[in-house]
């Protein structure tokens, strides 16, 4: 195959669509926020990058293969235009390229901003999910600062993989780019960090979604969470354990 090859599966759709980012990443939270997107809207598959930069391997889904890709979706109610998959590129170049065509594919459709989702890691357990942004136009900026936060110096490192080229390499595009970033604390899949930023790109893009799938995939989160803190406490002594001390 070649370097790049993308399948159009169907038309888009859409009028002057915005792409929305969401790829594996820190506490999954941009992939299960682009995911959640999708199972909440009527969304068409339009199309299919393959890329020999993605890792050597197919997916299988009830006896069914499926080499590894990224897929577009189209989302007419919003006039989104979702960019999902299980991969990123293995190597630097490869992430240079895939965000390039990534870009080449939604400049087809008409995109006029990108709005790449993910997560910022805190370290720690946490209970008030903020919303970190960077972007790289000064309008969006404006626009984004009632709802989100700005921090000098943060991420630390900066925004690696598509998410951050997005922005990059959109601004030399002359494409207004976002990277919206919930706290989460990297060790778990976080579903109420994906929440966090769904609710500032509805709030921008206005439209609206439910989070009842999203609620309860939390609520499974935190059980582990639970379950997790008390084999790190160990158990608790028995009246007949206390009874040898001392």
Known sequence: MDEFEVEHVAEAALDAP?????LPGVGHVGKLAAEHLLEEFDATLVARLYSEH????VTVEEGRSQLACLEFHAIPETDMLVLTGDHQAQDTVGHYRVADTVLDVAEDHGVERVFA???VPTGEL?????????????????????????????????IVGVSGLLLGLG???DVPAACLM???????VDPKSARAVLEVLQTIEEFDVGYDSLEERAEEMEEVVRKIQEMEQGPSPSDDDLRYIG
């Open 117 to 119: 989702l993910g997560g």
């Open 171 to 173: 601004e030399r595009r």
């Open 126 to 158: 946490i209970e008030e999910y903020g919303v970190i942004a960077a972007a790289s136009d000064d309008d969006l900026i404006e626009e984004l600062d009632p709802h989100v936060e700005f921090r000098e110096d943060e991420p630390a490192g900066g």
């Open 18 to 22: 915005v792409l929305v980012e969401g």
């Open 182 to 188: 919930g706290e989460t604390s990297g060790y778990l």
């Open 54 to 57: 993605f890792p050597p391997q």
